[in-house]
């Protein structure tokens, strides 16, 4: 009986496990799902006539009188600047129109409106620079001007007397300007300055307490307090400030990477912040941020919103750069609820800093896919610090090791990738492409495919590619790639005394190039295997000891700068460290700095390959995903024609792109003129001063070039903690403490312990 019951027992407990797996998974997605829908908002742009469209770039807010305003800079016949302004109706209608004139020699900056519409601004009036030394002096007004932009007072900052005893050398400037109750605070000179709304002067604010205006930025809240930005050296700090009695309260850092915000006053919260990715809400204090707005949640391809103005708490104004028609815009954001967003299976990328490529291609997936929605999780951004800018990187992996992989994930180079797919974490590609019908294996770059597979499956996706290398005169080096240290040393050898390898470089660099370039001599990820303490490492750490510490910065004398174009052209240095990008770069540094053919020879390696591909771009899927069909939907994009064919930096995976740029760097380079014509153009590089042309490559040079990318096969590696292994034990053999062997024998005993425990 008791057997039975501990069967039972046994039997429930399982279950209890297998449905608490399956809740937490449920939970994970509806989660996913749910914090999606809640940042969403939709915009509503403004629409003005004709080309007025793009001069309205700013916002400015004050109880319910909205300006949205912008620069005309006139023409050539006509040399004065004009700001134009338009008062908006609640609704983004148009009220009336108005215009500040200035001439060439002024501008007018920091425009604020107070709740009946007047207009506040800084003039900054340009003066010449004079003949005599130590008499130029911009002039800086407070200006007033009615919604009709007709001018009600002006102020001369630089002649009040408060002013002046604090430019004992006459210099002044003025930043910006904050509408507080009722007055006016021109920030300058690390000061707050108050007038009245007369424009009268009133004082200079002063801070107790130790603290100081110098580099803050104030905020008048909706409860009536006054928030304080301070910049300070490790980051942005907030507190509230008493302006009548310059107390400060407590300073709490921004909440992440404080640097990375824009910041407005807000509605529901005391400020909001403002990055790359959305909208936050914080109040003074707290540790942390409210979403409250994702960019791509809201299928919104812009990098930001600038000058964000709450109207309430679910809807604000703000400029944004529209990505589709590279106008600036000016629209009412509306927050969405949640039960209006439709239903979409979600897919999770993700990264550790995304750049803008990436997100355009994530919201036009969203936006154009009936069934999914990708949803970016950028590691950096949610629990990277001004202190800790490795905190991203190292959540993420601890969320891989533990088995939350996302569906999608942007490989940077600080993941352990090779441990990773040890570990079975990333799906194999290779069949996706053999069964989608548009696609075909054999029409992209093979050696590129098989540097980024292993044991022929291919765990990472390379969209385009550089050649990271080391360029030196075929007729120094010959034509073939690679080159041992005992060549280079033959080579060095036969120089004239003073002639450098690598122009001005020290030994760290180089040892660090030696491990990203040929680091796969001494170390094979697929078998583990170490050779640190072989004869080609110790080789290596002698030609490395050549190299100076540190290079003297006395060596970069004004001759130098002014020779510098024909240091490699007069063969003063031989080589240079080079990351190639494409036919036109490869040709300009072979017939401009180099002056006659050169090979990319490579960092001198045991093996002769120390020349290494860095990905533009790598991109694995989840063996562990639930959504696979939806996430190669989105990764076969970067395979498709419609991608390949926008490439233009870098070599592109696709064959016949790379065909297509080698036939294009045939031909001279060519821009449209003002009618339309399509026109050529030369390329020039400058020596000492002298302007050469520089033909475009024959199709000889271009078929030679494109032999050679067939054969790159090593991958640029970048391992920050084997080289920090290598760079302690290698100091006492370069200080002459230790022998070369003994030190490599160390070395190869770490590195293979390292390797060990992250494979």
């Not at 053999?733 to 425990?757: H, L, M, P, W």
């Amino acid at each position: 009986m008791k057997r039975k019951i501990c069967i039972f027992g046994l039997i429930i407990m399982l279950l209890a496990a297998m449905t608490g797996c399956g809740k937490e998974k449920n939970a994970g997605n509806t989660e996913q799902t749910v914090s999606g829908k809640n940042y969403v908002y939709k915009v509503n742009a403004l629409e003005f006539s004709g080309q007025d469209t793009n001069k309205y770039s700013s916002l400015i807010k004050n109880g319910d009188v909205i300006y949205a305003y912008g620069y005309d800079y006139g023409s050539a016949e006509d040399s004065s600047i004009s700001v134009k302004f338009v008062s908006l109706n609640a609704d983004g209608s148009i009220k009336e129109e108005g215009k500040i004139v200035t001439d060439s020699n002024s501008s007018i900056n920091s425009l604020r409106c107070d709740e009946l519409g007047n207009i506040y601004a800084i003039k900054n009036v340009y003066t010449p620079e004079p003949e005599e030394e130590g008499s130029y002096q911009d002039a800086y007004y407070l200006v007033k001007y009615n919604d009709k932009g007709e001018e009600m007072f002006s102020v001369l900052l630089n002649d009040l007397p408060q002013i002046k005893e604090l430019t004992s050398d006459n210099w002044f400037y003025a930043g910006d300007i904050v509408l507080i109750k009722d007055g006016v605070y021109v920030s300058g000179m690390g000061n707050y300055f108050q007038f009245d709304r007369d424009g009268n002067f009133v004082k200079i604010l002063t801070a107790a307490d130790g603290n100081s205006y110098e580099s803050t930025t104030l905020y008048p809240l909706e409860n009536g307090k006054v928030a304080c930005l301070a910049y300070e050296e490790d980051g942005c700090y907030a507190c509230y400030v008493d302006l009548d009695t310059g107390v400060f309260s407590e300073k709490t850092k921004l909440p992440g990477s404080s640097w990375e915000y824009s910041v407005y006053p807000g509605i529901g919260y005391d400020l909001y912040l403002v990055n790359s990715y959305g909208v936050f809400g914080y109040n003074v204090g707290d540790e942390e941020r409210t979403q409250l707005m994702d960019y791509v949640d809201s299928d919104l391809g812009i990098y930001s919103v600038y000058n964000l103005l709450p109207i309430n708490e679910k809807e604000f104004w703000g400029t944004y750069d529209d990505m589709e028609t590279y106008v600036t815009q000016i629209g009412r954001f509306t927050k969405v609820e949640p039960k209006d967003v439709k239903d979409k299976k979600t897919i999770v990328l993700a990264c550790t800093g995304l750049d803008w490529n990436m997100r355009t291609n994530v919201v036009k997936f969203n936006k154009s896919n009936e069934e999914y929605r990708i949803t970016i999780q950028d590691y950096s951004s949610l629990y990277g610090s001004d202190s800790d800018y490795m905190a991203g990187i190292n959540r993420l992996n601890a969320d891989i090791v533990s088995g939350k992989v996302p569906d999608i994930l942007v490989i940077s180079s600080d993941m352990p990738i090779d441990s990773y797919i040890a570990k079975g974490l990333f799906e194999d590609l290779k069949p996706y492409i053999s069964n989608d019908e548009e696609l075909d294996i054999n029409n992209f770059m093979p050696n590129i495919i098989d540097a980024y597979s292993v044991e022929g499956k291919m765990y990472r996706l390379v969209p385009s590619y550089l050649i990271s290398t080391i360029l030196a005169k075929t007729s120094d080096v010959g034509e073939e790639r690679g080159w041992t240290v005992q060549e280079v040393n033959e080579l060095m050898a036969s120089k004239p005394e003073g002639t450098q390898l690598l122009n001005y470089v020290d030994r760290n660099t180089m040892l660090i190039n030696c491990m990203n370039l040929a680091g796969n001599q001494f170390i094979d990820w697929e078998t583990g295997k170490c050779n640190f303490d072989s004869e080609g490492f110790i080789e290596m750490l002698e030609f490395l000891k050549q190299f100076p510490e540190e290079v003297d910065s006395a060596v970069y004398t004004d001759d130098y700068w002014e020779h510098y174009d024909s240091l490699w052209r007069e063969g003063k240095v031989v080589a240079q460290l080079y990351t190639v990008s494409g036919f036109r770069d490869f040709n300009y540094a072979s017939k401009g700095s180099f002056g006659e053919p050169v090979t990319m020879i490579g960092f001198p390696s045991s093996n002769e390959d120390g020349s290494a591909i860095i990905a533009t771009m790598q991109l694995a899927m989840s063996s562990k995903s639930s959504n696979k069909e939806g996430a190669w939907e989105f990764l076969r994009y970067f395979l498709t024609d419609e991608y390949q064919d926008e490439i233009n930096y870098g070599f592109p995976l696709s064959i016949k792109r790379l065909d297509a740029l080698a036939q294009e760097a045939t031909k001279k380079s060519t821009y449209t003129d003002e009618n339309g014509n399509e026109v050529e153009a030369d390329d020039y590089y400058y020596i000492d001063g002298v302007e050469l042309i520089i033909e475009p490559m024959t199709e000889e040079e271009t078929e030679k070039f494109k032999e050679n990318l067939y054969s790159f096969t090593q991958i640029y590696n970048y391992d920050e903690n084997l080289i920090q292994i290598i760079q302690e034990e290698t100091a006492a053999f370069f200080n002459g403490q230790k022998n070369v062997g003994d030190v490599a024998g160390i070395i190869q005993s770490r590195a293979q312990i390292y390797v060990n425990e992250n494979r």
